[in-house]
């Protein structure tokens, strides 16, 4: 059996597929290995939000040995992929059609496995893999017209260090935590999901319902103060991916040296955007996909996060 993985989501859990029959998977690996340098441990620390590539794994032991793949291979596919990667992701896409879906770690639940989905990731392939340095030009041009978040408001915050090596160091640390256990500075190697600590999750992917799921947590709304006994008090902003297709949130954390904090899904947290600058303001950075801005919140010492 053969399980591969889309790297595309911050939030929520990525999908994932399982291919059952032994020689569709055999074939498959025959043409990843055949590429072998294009594949890596891992996203690219630059991937930033948005289509990162497919993760792939061998189920069985002698998949694994026969085809070298001990760990999990990666094939990225961002922006300015070479030809034969996008080729070899079509391939993978593909094969959805005669997969199963495979259910994500903690209480979500499994995207369904059809021609949606399908068709979701091959439009998301092919939207990062078009990327052009025009792209980028015109989102550093945004991100210098926009001001840096002013650190002054009415309610008294605290500013941690940046330590992304905290999140990053660690594999399974990385691959278990997501951009709301990073805003929310709060290790819970379960994916985190707005709503699932207090038992009252989101119900859809839009500002409106995860905004009502965090503060359910116990997050609240910007210039809604905490008191003292709350501390710390982190000053995070919420974005969302509104479609069309699958959607997906994510969440920013303002540090002390004056910048945004980050980790989309389970890669690396960092503090630059989609064009690798360092985010001074969530609000007009490169965020990729996620276009809408929900706005900001403070956390807390007592959320309930899970």
């Given at each position: 059996?053969?399980?591969?993985?889309?790297?595309?989501?911050?939030?929520?859990?990525?999908p994932?597929?399982?291919i059952?029959?032994?020689?569709?998977?055999?074939?498959?690996?025959?043409?990843?290995?055949?590429?072998?340098s294009?594949?890596t441990?891992?996203?690219?620390?630059?991937?930033?939000?948005?289509?990162?590539?497919?993760?792939?794994?061998?189920l069985?032991?002698?998949?694994?040995?026969?085809?070298?793949?001990?760990?999990?291979?990666?094939l990225p596919?961002g922006?300015g992929?070479p030809?034969?990667?996008r080729?070899?992701?079509?391939?993978l896409?593909?094969?959805?059609?005669?997969a199963?879906?495979?259910?994500?770690?903690?209480?979500?639940?499994?995207?369904?496995?059809?021609?949606?989905?399908?068709?979701?990731?091959?439009a998301?392939?092919?939207r990062?893999?078009?990327?052009t340095a025009?792209d980028?030009?015109?989102?550093?041009a945004?991100?210098?017209?926009?001001?840096?978040?002013?650190?002054e408001?009415?309610?008294?915050?605290?500013l941690?260090?940046?330590n992304?090596?905290?999140?990053?160091?660690?594999?399974?640390i990385?691959?278990?935590?997501?951009c709301?256990?990073?805003?929310?500075?709060?290790r819970?190697?379960?994916?985190?999901?707005p709503g699932?600590?207090?038992?009252?999750?989101?119900?859809?992917?839009?500002?409106?319902?995860?905004?009502r799921a965090?503060?359910?947590?116990?997050?609240?709304?910007?210039?809604n103060c905490f008191?003292?006994?709350?501390?710390?008090?982190?000053?995070?902003a919420?974005?969302?991916?509104?479609g069309?297709g699958?959607?997906?949130?994510?969440w920013?954390?303002?540090?002390?040296?004056g910048f945004w904090?980050?980790?989309p899904?389970?890669?690396?947290?960092?503090n630059?955007?989609?064009?690798?600058?360092?985010?001074h303001?969530?609000?007009?950075?490169n965020?990729?996909p996620?276009?809408?801005?929900?706005?900001?919140?403070y956390?807390?010492r007592?959320q309930?996060?899970?």
């Amino acid at each position: 059996m053969l399980r591969i993985t889309a790297d595309v989501f911050s939030g929520r859990p990525d999908p994932s597929w399982i291919i059952a029959d032994e020689a569709e998977a055999r074939a498959t690996l025959r043409e990843l290995t055949k590429e072998r340098s294009l594949l890596t441990e891992a996203a690219p620390a630059t991937a930033g939000l948005g289509f990162r590539g497919l993760r792939v794994e061998a189920l069985t032991d002698e998949l694994a040995t026969d085809f070298g793949l001990d760990a999990p291979a990666f094939l990225p596919g961002g922006a300015g992929a070479p030809g034969r990667v996008r080729e070899l992701t079509e391939r993978l896409i593909g094969l959805i059609g005669k997969a199963e879906a495979a259910a994500p770690e903690g209480e979500a639940e499994a995207l369904p496995v059809d021609t949606a989905l399908q068709d979701f990731l091959a439009a998301q392939a092919e939207r990062t893999s078009r990327v052009t340095a025009t792209d980028g030009v015109a989102a550093e041009a945004q991100a210098e017209a926009g001001e840096a978040l002013p650190v002054e408001a009415s309610c008294p915050i605290e500013l941690g260090a940046f330590n992304p090596g905290f999140w990053n160091n660690d594999p399974n640390i990385r691959a278990r935590n997501n951009c709301y256990n990073y805003a929310s500075n709060k290790r819970t190697d379960s994916f985190a999901q707005p709503g699932r600590g207090c038992g009252n999750i989101y119900k859809a992917i839009t500002c409106a319902e995860v905004t009502r799921a965090s503060l359910c947590d116990g997050l609240k709304r910007r210039f809604n103060c905490f008191p003292d006994s709350e501390k710390p008090r982190y000053l995070v902003a919420l974005v969302v991916a509104p479609g069309p297709g699958f959607v997906d949130f994510h969440w920013y954390r303002r540090h002390k040296e004056g910048f945004w904090g980050h980790k989309p899904g389970g890669t690396a947290a960092r503090n630059t955007d989609n064009s690798n600058r360092v985010i001074h303001n969530p609000e007009t950075c490169n965020r990729g996909p996620y276009t809408q801005f929900c706005g900001y919140f403070y956390t807390c010492r007592s959320q309930r996060i899970r």
